[in-house]
């Protein structure tokens, strides 16, 4: 068994890989110029989030995608991976106006693995927490570029539970499924809003979390 095959070694492995990221300049990422961001995602699915009348865990999982700039988008330029592995796991595909979010699904992911010969692991969403990474080309293309990240802790995966950007910020969405606890980002009772405009009312903004405050999160 390699060590990334556990729990604990998958969350020693995405640490280090914060901490790389730490020491990266941004221009190299490009986060902060990024227009096509990661807005929600849920890893660990209860419903039938899809739509195909069964629930699935695979199938079911799903990743939002925003529009904050001023243009439509041809998202087929973009591509969804973790932090784990080298291959994508999903294309995106169709134009996205201006403002509007863009759903993709597990099936969506098994869909177009299924077409490229790739093993059909769908989005592969770790149940004990991960790190999402949104290219501009293909990742394994030397002129690729790493848009946004996107990384949510052990609670956050959940049953039914998202992690949400809302101003600015990354939120637990737990509202199918209340969240007790102390760690950060704490329970909100908003729901989940796949395919929406992220809004949590009632939200009282905390501090900006610093790259330092997430790696706490995987210790």
Known sequence: MLPW?????RKFFLL?????????PLWLIGEADAE??????????ASDWDGD????????????????????VDLAAYYLRDALGEEPHLRLS?????GATALFTGTDAVMWQTAEGLSTSGLSLNNAGDLIQLYLGHPQ???????????????AADDDRSIARVEGEW???????????????????????????NVCEGLVASQEQTWGEIKTLWR
């Open 171 to 197: 939120v637990l969405c737990d509202g199918l499924n209340p969240y007790a606890g102390t760690l950060d980002p704490v329970g909100t009772g908003c729901p989940p809003t796949p395919g929406a405009v």
């Open 36 to 45: 096509v961001l990661i807005s929600e995602l849920c890893g660990d699915p």
């Open 5 to 9: 095959d556990t729990d604990a070694g």
């Open 94 to 98: 169709g134009d996205l106006a201006p």
């Open 53 to 72: 009348g069964s629930v699935d865990s695979r199938g079911d999982e799903w990743i939002e995608i925003v529009n904050t700039g001023p243009e439509t």
């Open 16 to 24: 280090v890989l914060m901490m790389t990221l730490l020491s990266t």
């Open 141 to 155: 293309d030397p002129s690729s570029a790493l848009v946004d990240l996107a990384p949510y802790p052990d609670h």
